[in-house]
């Protein structure tokens, strides 16, 4: 199995990015993803999730309103749509998956990690 994060990169406050989670090895609809996220010096912390069917999503309240998450089981890949970026916001950004799972919010949750890409959001 593999989870490939990618989207990132420089941002204003106030900007827009969208990432991509590209999954490979397995069965994509049949899996929960989850986007966490790791600023430096701190834990890795949930951001948002979206169940295997689709149908349940979920939201930390740090991004409750500006992130939006979305797959697309034709093409193998989630997206996080991150809009009225902050520089709090700052971090390595990385997916998950878990099979038959719902919006998860709990990192030991999930069975596969993919490796992150970088948001900095500064002026």
């Known amino acids: 199995v593999q989870l490939q994060a990618s989207g990132g990169g420089l941002v204003q406050p106030g900007g827009s990015l969208r990432l991509s989670c590209a999954a490979s090895?397995?069965?994509?609809?049949?899996?929960?993803l989850g986007w966490f996220r790791q600023a430096p010096g701190k834990e890795r912390e949930f951001v948002s999730a979206?169940?295997?069917?689709?149908?349940?999503?979920s939201y930390a309240d740090s991004v409750k309103g500006r992130f939006t998450i979305s797959r697309d089981d034709a093409k193998n890949t989630a997206y996080l749509e991150m809009n009225s970026l902050k520089p709090e916001d700052t971090a390595v950004y990385c997916c998950a998956a878990r099979e038959y799972s719902g919006a998860g919010e709990r990192l030991n949750g999930y069975d596969y990690w993919g490796q992150g890409t970088q948001v900095t959001v500064s002026s």
């Open positions: 090895g397995l069965t994509f609809s049949n899996y929960g």
């Open positions: 979206i169940s295997w069917t689709g149908a349940s999503t």
